[in-house]
């Protein structure tokens, strides 16, 4: 099993970006998908997950509004747009799943400043 996440960066407040979640070495079809975060000196926080069809999604209150979890199984890929990006969303991102143990990415690091 293994998750691999990228499209981290450096934006401006109000910026964009779209985060990407690469799996592979199991079928992504079959498991929810999570998106957290962590920011220096926190703990890490659930920010969005999405049921195996994608059919279903939930954000954390402080990004609903904001961030759109959406996947591509053919691909298998989950994404995190985030839109009107905040100082305050700036934290490494992980991606997760469950299968039959907790598997995490190496992180992408999104940093909102002027």
């Known amino acids: 099993v293994q998750l691999v996440e990228s499209g981290g960066g450096l934006v401006q407040p109000g910026g964009s970006l779209r985060l990407s979640c690469v799996a592979s070495g199991f079928t992504i079809s079959n498991y929810v998908i999570r998106w957290y975060r962590q920011a220096p000196g926190k703990e890490r926080e659930l920010v969005a997950s999405?049921?195996?069809?994608?059919?279903?999604?939930n954000l954390a209150d402080s990004v609903k509004g904001r961030f759109t979890i959406s996947r591509d199984n053919a691909k298998n890929t989950v994404y995190l747009q985030m839109n009107s990006l905040k100082p305050e969303d700036t934290a490494v991102y992980y991606c997760k799943v469950h299968v039959y143990n907790d598997y995490w990415g190496q992180g992408t690091q999104v940093t909102v400043s002027s």
């Open positions: 999405i049921s195996s069809g994608g059919s279903s999604t």
